[in-house]
């Protein structure tokens, strides 16, 4: 596609509840990154994808935290047992190889 | 949590002025990214330098990377209401994940 797509947009989960987030990275691009946004904050690194290997997720916060990527394209964050600190924007960016990402719209997460 | 200080966290300027911000970290980057980021929307890739001492313009956008590596700046020039946004520095060390400050958000009276 013309840009990376997320989806949805806006998002409120009750606490307890798991959450399924979408990413569609602009097509051919290798690399799939994750970032958590917290209100008046910078984005903080998640995960990282090459093609369908998960090479980083050093920062996922903790083991409810779940990325993949199956086929190398698509690629879903799943938060299980939502908390409250879990709200926030989840940006997502792709690139081909190394610098120039392009981050989708993000969807925004209401842990109610 | 963020490793680079952004300074100033928010500036209340007038149209037609120059703007100036910086980023500085304790670690040491190969690149530094300067991205702006509109209510809603994700950041957007203002401009990318790879080299330390590096000076890249793009438009009214001036940001240099600094020598010691730890730095980097960005000016506006000539400041109009469209440049209002958050901008925020981005640090990019061996690995592929970036690292960002806080942001610094500016507003432009006309």
């Known amino acids: 596609g013309a840009g990376v797509s997320q989806s949805p947009r806006y998002k409120v989960a009750k606490r307890g509840q798991d959450v399924a987030l979408r990413c569609d990275p602009i097509?051919?691009?290798?690399?799939l990154f994750w970032y958590q946004q917290a209100l008046g904050q910078g984005p903080e690194f998640l995960t990282y994808?090459?093609?369908?290997?998960?090479?980083?997720k050093s920062g996922l916060p903790s083991d409810r935290f779940f990325a993949e990527r199956p086929e190398g394209s698509v690629s879903t964050l799943k938060i299980q047992r939502t908390q409250q600190e879990d709200s926030a924007v989840y940006l997502c960016?792709?690139?081909?190889?190394?610098?120039?990402?392009?981050f989708g719209s993000g969807t925004r997460l209401t842990v109610v | 949590g963020q490793q680079l200080n952004q300074n100033p966290q928010s500036m209340f300027i007038q149209e037609g002025e120059d703007v100036s911000m910086n980023c500085t970290s304790s670690?040491?980057?190969?690149?530094w990214l300067w991205y702006k980021q509109d209510p809603g929307e994700g950041p957007v890739l203002l401009i990318a330098?790879?080299?330390?001492?590096e000076l890249t313009s793009n438009g009214r956008l001036t940001a240099q990377f600094g020598i010691t590596r730890k730095d980097s700046f960005l000016n506006i020039s000539a400041s109009i209401p469209s440049d209002v946004g958050i901008y925020f520095c981005?640090?990019?060390?061996?690995?592929?994940?970036?690292?960002f400050g806080a942001g610094t958000r500016l507003t432009v009276k006309p």
């Open positions: 330098l790879y080299k330390a001492g």
């Open positions: 670690s040491i980057f190969n690149t």
């Open positions: 097509s051919g691009h290798v690399s």
């Open positions: 981005a640090g990019q060390g061996y690995g592929n994940d970036m690292r």
């Open positions: 994808f090459q093609n369908e290997a998960q090479l980083d």
């Open positions: 960016a792709s690139s081909l190889i190394g610098n120039g990402y392009t």
